[in-house]
C-alpha cells in the first residue's frame, strides 16, 4: 500500500509539474520544434531541470542498499542499442513531433479535461496492442 501510495504522489507531482510547466499543451512542444520559426525555449529549460534533478536524484538513491518501498532495485540489464529501440525512438519521436504530446502530457492533458489527447492517447494504445503482432 506504502509503495502505491509513493506512486501515485510521484505521479501526482509528474503531472502538476506539466501543467505550471506548460508542457502538457501541445502548441508548445510544436513551438519548441519550430527552431527555423517562433523558437520557444522553454522546454529546454524544463529538459535541463529534468536531467539536473535526475542526476542527482538517482546518485542519493543509489547510495542506499534497497528502494524505500521494495526489497531490491529493479534497474534494466539490457544495455544494446539495436534496431528495435531505434526503430522504436524514431516513431516515438516522429509522433511526439506530430503530435506535440508523449504519454504523460497526453494523460495530464485528458485529465484536465482536453479532448485533443484521447485521440493521441487512443492510437498510442492501439500501437501497443499492434506491437503484439509484429
Same mark, same amino acid.
Given at each position: 500500500?506504502? +509503495?502505491?501510495?509513493?506512486?501515485?504522489?510521484?505521479?501526482?507531482?509528474?503531472?502538476?509539474?506539466?501543467?505550471?510547466?506548460?508542457?502538457?499543451?501541445?502548441?508548445?512542444?510544436?513551438?519548441?520544434? /519550430?527552431?527555423?520559426?517562433?523558437? /520557444?525555449?522553454?522546454? %529546454?529549460?524544463?529538459?535541463?531541470?529534468?536531467?539536473?534533478?535526475?542526476?542527482?536524484?538517482?546518485?542519493?538513491?543509489?547510495?542506499?542498499?534497497?528502494?524505500?518501498?521494495?526489497?531490491?532495485?529493479?534497474?534494466?540489464?539490457?544495455?544494446?542499442?539495436?534496431?528495435?529501440?531505434?526503430?522504436?525512438?524514431? %516513431?516515438?519521436?516522429?509522433?511526439?513531433?506530430?503530435?506535440? %504530446?508523449?504519454?504523460?502530457?497526453?494523460?495530464?492533458?485528458?485529465?484536465? +479535461? /482536453?479532448?485533443?489527447?484521447?485521440?493521441?492517447?487512443?492510437?498510442?494504445?492501439?500501437?501497443?496492442?499492434?506491437?503484439?503482432?509484429?
Amino acid at each position: 500500500m506504502r +509503495g502505491t501510495a509513493a506512486a501515485l504522489s510521484a505521479g501526482l507531482v509528474f503531472g502538476l509539474g506539466l501543467v505550471i510547466s506548460g508542457m502538457f499543451n501541445p502548441a508548445k512542444i510544436i513551438s519548441f520544434l /519550430d527552431v527555423a520559426g517562433a523558437w /520557444d525555449p522553454s522546454l %529546454l529549460l524544463v529538459m535541463v531541470s529534468a536531467l539536473a534533478t535526475t542526476f542527482v536524484g538517482y546518485r542519493l538513491t543509489m547510495l542506499r542498499s534497497a528502494p524505500m518501498f521494495e526489497t531490491q532495485f529493479n534497474l534494466p540489464v539490457a544495455t544494446a542499442i539495436d534496431s528495435k529501440l531505434i526503430i522504436g525512438a524514431g %516513431l516515438f519521436g516522429i509522433g511526439w513531433g506530430l503530435s506535440g %504530446l508523449c504519454p504523460g502530457p497526453a494523460v495530464t492533458g485528458a485529465a484536465l +479535461g /482536453d479532448i485533443e489527447p484521447y485521440a493521441f492517447l487512443a492510437a498510442m494504445l492501439a500501437g501497443m496492442a499492434a506491437r503484439r503482432f509484429i
